[in-house]
């Protein structure tokens, strides 16, 4: 099973940004869809956003994230992004990234460590 590696959390006011990274050891990330997941405190982990490995990357987004995160890749550099733009309080939670069944949007991966987010003022 695959195993992604997150980075790039912090501490960060409302309306700030933030952009996340997820990596794999191994030069394997072009061959999966990948999603990223949040999980607040006392919440269930929930899906953010995810990008497909076919054709142009297409792309799904939760509702509450709409217009505000964008994620992309570049398989150059083995690296899934999440920009995170115009960040709420309730944005914050630990992310994290997996492989996903585009279909399903089911993970496929070990969890990471995930990144922590954290917005206030």
């Known amino acids: 099973q695959v195993q992604l590696v997150e980075s790039g959390g912090g501490f960060v006011q409302p309306g700030g940004s933030l952009r996340l990274s997820c990596t794999a050891s191994?030069?394997?990330?072009?061959?999966?869809?990948v999603a990223w997941y949040r999980e607040a405190p006392e919440k269930e982990r929930e899906l953010v956003a995810g990008i497909s490995n076919l054709g142009g990357g297409s792309t799904k987004y939760a509702n509450f994230v709409k217009g505000r995160f964008t994620i992309s890749r570049d398989n150059a550099k083995n690296t899934v992004y999440l920009q995170m733009n115009s960040l709420k309080p309730e944005d914050t939670a630990v992310y994290y990234c997996?492989?996903?069944?585009?279909?399903?949007?089911?993970?496929?991966?070990?969890w990471g460590q995930g990144t922590q987010v954290t917005v206030s003022s």
């Open positions: 191994e030069s394997i990330l072009w061959a999966y869809a």
């Open positions: 997996n492989a996903v069944n585009w279909a399903t949007m089911a993970p496929l991966g070990y």
